[in-house]
């Protein structure tokens, strides 16, 4: 009885062990099942001695079709192939199903990338892995294997290809000689003007390294900009001293040797960088710049001379006046009528007001505009000194700004000015009578504002200053139209003058 316990309690132990394993056998197979769908895997077999496949439901399914519509497991390779290689495909894959049946390695395994077409008419890509089967002889007697749809993939690969593709034609259609290189500082692409420029072929320098590419340029192997991008500066410094760097660019006005002649070329350089912030290689265009440097100095050079021409016709100009003006000085003095000596003295000082400009634009670095606050104190101290006997009983006021004025305002200005100061100096004041002359001259937003108020004798309330017989008035509303300036008089405690005009309509 113990004997027989013994064997039946063996028994059971056994039966259980044999349930235990069969389900972790189904286990693994679900979930291999399971992880083949994932990966879009499907397994087959090929029997050498029957020249036929052997497929399951999945593997149909793979094909857009099923077995119940195929009516077997079972297919040739001849209408396999029909079935579902495109015919362009034919050949490729049945020329690599050969090579697997010659071979004698029991341990050959294959791989091969080509398209089907489902039985709906898509088009798909896959991936065949292929081993070969064979006996306990080591003869080989089929193969088996698994199909991956790789659809997807072969699609972003393509779209990947004709992304570089066009980045390929756009480097190449740049007009600036353009090169970049990977990580490992190998060229891998090298454009036509790059061509044009160093007479070396891309399919001469494509793949190649260790500074290859600066032959070319310096006649020896160094690092060019497109090798310093995410260098320090220290190390950039010792390549290029006048490197500039905005952000992570880095540009150079150099010189360099390109065919035997000394050429000045502008190059930049910028990293670049995969869509995970992984550097990946740089990018450099080179531009010859040698005629714009020269065309550049000969500008220079000639706008010096025009300079120079133009100071001195500024000089000669106001020597011209100034001999005017000495001229009219020495005439007044033989001039006994007092009425016709003060028009040869306002004559003169007319003269003596365009000669300190010229004057100015003599001596300035800008020959266009003058320091106007300047002119007006010369001028108005100028004319002080003539028309006042005694300064201690007419005080003279400026309060102007630092304006600087274009030559086609400041004469037409300058001259308003010296009639009005001439205007107040002569007769806004009985003689010994003493008073002020307050001149500002501002600018306000667009407009400028030019001020001479006095405190004298007014003018007559009925006078009507823009019709009058006065020369000087008569100047003085010319001039104002000239620079499309506005003129009031103020007569209520005094004389004041106000001109206003816009700059942008100098």
Do not use: C
Not at 5 to 21: F, G, P, Y
């Amino acid at each position: 009885m113990t004997g027989k316990r013994v064997l039946q309690a063996d028994e059971k132990n056994n039966t259980s062990k044999r349930s235990s394993t069969k389900q972790k056998f189904k286990w693994k197979e679900k979930h291999l099942k399971r992880s083949m769908e994932m990966a879009k895997l499907v397994y087959w077999e090929y029997d050498i001695k029957k020249d036929q496949f052997t497929f399951d439901d999945d593997f149909y399914s793979f094909y857009g079709t099923s077995y119940q519509k195929e009516g077997s497991i079972h297919m040739s390779p001849q209408e396999y192939s029909k079935r579902f290689i495109p015919p362009e495909e034919r050949v490729v894959v049945g020329m690599e199903v050969a090579k697997v049946l010659e071979t004698d390695d029991p341990y050959y395994s294959s791989i091969l990338k080509h398209s089907i077409i489902w039985d709906d008419g898509e088009r798909r890509s896959i991936i065949v892995r292929t081993q070969v089967i064979a006996d306990e002889n080591g003869q080989i007697i089929g193969t088996r294997g698994v199909n991956q749809d790789i659809t997807d993939l072969k699609k972003a690969e393509d779209a990947l290809s004709e992304s570089d593709r066009l980045l390929s034609n756009i480097i190449d259609f740049l007009p600036d000689a353009t090169f970049t290189i990977d990580s490992d500082g190998r060229v891998i692409s090298w454009n036509r003007a790059m061509e044009e420029m160093t007479r070396v072929w891309s399919e001469e320098i494509l793949g190649k390294e260790n500074h290859e590419y600066a032959l070319p340029f310096y006649g020896m192997r160094r690092p060019m900009l497109i090798d310093l991008v995410t260098a320090p500066d220290d190390e950039i410094l010792k390549y290029y001293p006048d490197v500039k760097r905005k952000g992570r660019r880095l540009s150079i006005e150099t010189d360099v040797s390109l065919k035997g002649d000394i050429r000045t070329v502008w190059a930049a350089a910028v990293p670049l960088y995969d869509s995970k912030g992984n550097f990946i290689g740089a990018i450099e265009s080179v531009r010859d710049i040698t005629q714009m440097k020269e065309s550049r100095i000969r500008i220079k050079k000639d706008l010096k001379e025009k300079e120079m021409l133009l100071k001195e016709i500024h000089h000669r100009v106001k020597n011209n006046l100034m001999v005017i003006s000495s001229l009219l000085n020495i005439q007044a003095r033989y001039i006994k009528d007092k009425e016709s000596h003060d028009i040869f003295i306002e004559s003169k000082n007319r003269a003596r007001s365009m000669a300190i400009i010229h004057e100015r634009l003599y001596r300035s670095t800008d020959l266009k505009k003058i320091d106007f606050r300047d002119y007006i104190r010369s001028l108005s101290t100028e004319l002080f000194h003539s028309y006042v006997s005694n300064p201690h009983v007419l005080k003279l006021n400026l309060n102007v700004d630092d304006i600087f004025l274009d030559i086609n305002t400041a004469i037409p200005l300058g001259l308003i000015i010296n009639e009005l100061i001439t205007n107040s100096l002569k007769h806004a004041f009985s003689e010994g009578k003493k008073g002020e002359i307050n001149i500002d001259f501002h600018k306000k937003d667009d407009n400028y504002e030019f001020i001479l108020k006095d405190d004298g004798i007014g003018f007559p309330e009925d006078l009507d200053f823009k019709n009058t017989d006065s020369l000087g008035l008569q100047l003085v509303n010319s001039f104002t139209d000239q620079i499309d300036g506005k003129i009031e008089l103020n007569s209520t405690n005094g004389t004041e003058f106000k001109i206003t005009f816009k700059e942008g309509e100098i």
